[in-house]
């Protein structure tokens, strides 16, 4: 039976390696779910980059930005994309498909005041 637990991330960067997120779950074949808000530092063009070494998909405002739930791998299946956002709080959903063997997922913006390669963390991702 699949079970369910809670836990907090300061940042989309992640390298799980062998691993998984909580010490009960199965090492292979486990799902995760973040869930928190971007506050957007002024409204400007912002790019996102997303690499992962198993499945995922990030919703920003309620729309898919990035849907790669059978990535390529680490650089074969980095994916970028661009929105425009005004200054504010942006609800962030992110969803992540271990497929067995190695688990890493990493997502980075830029745009703005944010400089290039900025991982998405604090003091930028909130929880709800």
Known sequence: ????????AATLDKDYGLGRP???MHHNRWSAEWRGVLQ?????D?????QCEGGLR???DG???FDNEHSAGWAAGAQHAGRTLAAGPHPLR???QDRGGRAAVRVRWAGGPIP???VIGFPHLRKF
């Open 1 to 8: 039976a699949a079970g369910r637990g809670w836990g907090v």
């Open 22 to 24: 909580l010490p009960w």
């Open 40 to 44: 957007v530092p002024e409204t400007a």
């Open 46 to 50: 912002y790019a996102f980059y997303a």
């Open 58 to 60: 990030l919703w920003l």
């Open 63 to 65: 729309e898919l930005l």
């Open 94 to 96: 992110m969803e992540f």
């Open 116 to 118: 290039p390669n900025t």
